[in-house]
């Protein structure tokens, strides 16, 4: 399994940009898929934005189109998620995952939290109105 770190949350107010980064370890980062998770306090765990193992695919929730952005390194072993525009409803404890994918899976992105096999322990964004 690959081990997961966030970084960068914090507390801002509507408006701001915040950027979110996920260090990978353990594994050959450029194997795995990864996407961005958020739960807010009693709600579910729900998709924010996913980025294939080579790159080239992304895909993001209706919510956070346009404002947000992720993009990876593999030469780093880092994902990250750049969070522009920032509304009060964004307040959630954010979470990056990583699937490993095959040969063949270069492009694929993966949306549903079940389909992960690794999980960072997330790192909480506030945003203030």
């Known amino acids: 399994q690959v081990q997961l770190v966030e970084s960068g949350g914090g507390l801002v107010q509507a408006g701001d940009s915040l950027r979110l980064s996920c260090a990978a370890s353990?594994?050959?980062?450029?194997?795995?898929?990864m996407g961005w998770f958020r739960q807010a306090p009693g709600k579910e765990r729900e998709f924010v934005a996913a980025i294939s193992k080579s790159g080239s695919n992304t895909v993001y929730a209706d919510s956070v189109k346009g404002r947000f952005t992720i993009s990876r390194d593999n030469d780093k072993n880092a994902v990250s998620l750049q969070m522009n525009s920032l509304k009060p409803e964004d307040t959630a404890v954010y979470y990056c995952a990583a699937k490993l994918m095959n040969l063949l899976q270069r492009m694929v992105v993966v949306t549903t939290p079940a389909s992960y096999n690794s999980w960072g322990q997330g790192t909480q964004v506030t945003v203030s109105s």
């Open positions: 353990g594994r050959t980062f450029s194997n795995y898929a």
